[in-house]
């Protein structure tokens, strides 16, 4: 082995960049329980070799890494070299009835956090497995991921939502995408369209229109008579390229002026809460993400306004990623997840079974007529308020 090869725990957390608490994590063990792994003072139990193994190689490390790791333990342990095998005998064969599905993040509660579900049903439902792994937010664990997709040569890989990096976010994923394009892997991505996108050869690409989407959203509320539109936004996700989400020309095309001083951009809570509630102070009205929208009522709150009466709120998303946080349900423009996912994964069955003439670089957008206001009566907007 390479003199620079990491060959302990702690040397291979390093190497790869993985936090000690994420490893604890994943094993349901205490981080007090990684540190003394990590330092020597507890050795691993054996029962947990296996998993270690797993962990390790879907984190990154390679082969010949964990089994040295697994050896070291063995041998600290004084067993034998047959269960050393027995436990580092992986099958590394090309598994063509898996399909790979990476999300962002989870635990955000935005709206891509319900499409790993219904494509996972989607996949399944027409007699392949799908294995869903969440990014946490982290572009390393996508890269981390796809070249693990390589490596256990799976049928076909579905990005639910996985963004690019700053500063050129596109170019960021498509570079991240290119091993597996150049490995003949097929890929799907989804995602909301925002405009002219030149899709890399090998990928099929599909989602609704975000200019519309956002479009419907603020002409709902100029309808109702609002001018003064505040917009809280996330900071991170697929929907965050672009100056303002796209939401600029979404407010010239409905005839309203998009103030600067009322975007709101999710970061430090405290901070948010502040600016949300100075935004309240001259704002009629809020456009807000589905990961906001708890923030935003947590505004509303404080600052003793109720809505529709005192301030109307409107966003976009599914039926569950929108929370229901007072008397009047959140008014919202509703994503056709369900259709968007099972198109998902009937495209990429089709670029298994390679057909893929009429995919391959292409972007299905699902556009108005998928989309449609929910809970317009007894919602969250109403005629601006004489504040």
């Keep these: 082995m390479d003199m620079d090869t990491p060959t302990s725990l702690a040397s291979l957390l390093k190497h790869y960049g993985l936090a000690r608490s994420s490893l604890a994590s994943r094993m349901d063990v205490s981080l007090q329980t990684i540190h003394n792994w990590c330092i020597g003072r507890v050795p691993v139990p054996v029962h947990q070799f296996s998993r270690l193994a797993e962990n390790m190689t879907s984190l990154g490390a390679s082969d010949a ?59 399944q439902d027409l007699g392949m497995t799908c294995l869903v792994v969440d990014c946490g937010g982290d572009h390393q664990m996508k890269r981390i991921y796809i070249n693990q997709a390589i490596k256990h040569g799976y049928a076909g890989v579905i990005l639910a939502g996985i963004p690019g990096a700053a500063p050129s976010p596109t170019q960021e994923l498509f570079d991240a995408i290119m091993p597996l394009t150049n490995a003949g892997v097929p890929v799907v991505m989804i995602s909301p369209w925002g405009g002219d996108i030149a899709i890399p050869q090998g990928v099929a690409a599909l989602g609704w229109d975000l200019n519309v989407s956002n479009s419907i959203a603020l002409g709902f509320l100029r309808e109702a008579g609002h001018e003064r539109i505040a917009t809280v936004l996330s900071e991170t996700g697929s929907m965050v390229s672009g100056r303002y989400q796209g939401l600029g020309r979404a407010f010239t095309d409905q005839g309203l002026r998009f103030e600067e001083s009322l975007a709101v951009w999710m970061g430090d809570e405290l901070d948010n809460l502040h600016e949300i509630q100075e935004a309240l102070a001259s704002a009629t009205a809020i456009f807000a993400r589905p990961s906001t929208l708890h923030l935003v009522a947590q505004g509303c709150y404080g600052k003793n306004l109720r809505w529709p009466d005192d301030v ?18 959140f008014t919202y423009v509703s994503i056709p997840v369900g259709r968007i996912s099972r198109s998902a994964a009937h495209i990429l069955s089709s670029l298994i079974e390679e057909d893929d003439g009429t995919y391959y670089q292409q972007f299905a957008v699902y556009g108005k007529g998928a989309m449609r206001i929910m809970n317009t009566e007894a919602g969250s907007v109403g005629a601006p308020a004489g504040r």
């Design 65 to 123: 890494e964990v089994a040295a790791l697994m050896r070291e333990y063995l041998d600290e342990h004084g067993l034998n070299d047959r269960l050393f095998a027995t436990l580092t005998s992986r099958n590394s064969s090309v598994d063509r009835n898996v399909v790979l599905l990476m999300s962002w993040d989870i635990k955000s509660g935005g709206l891509f956090s319900h499409f790993p579900s219904e494509c996972r049903r989607a996949v």
């Design 312 to 329: 109307s709120i409107i966003s976009v998303g599914h039926p569950e990623s929108i929370p229901q946080l007072g008397s009047n349900r």
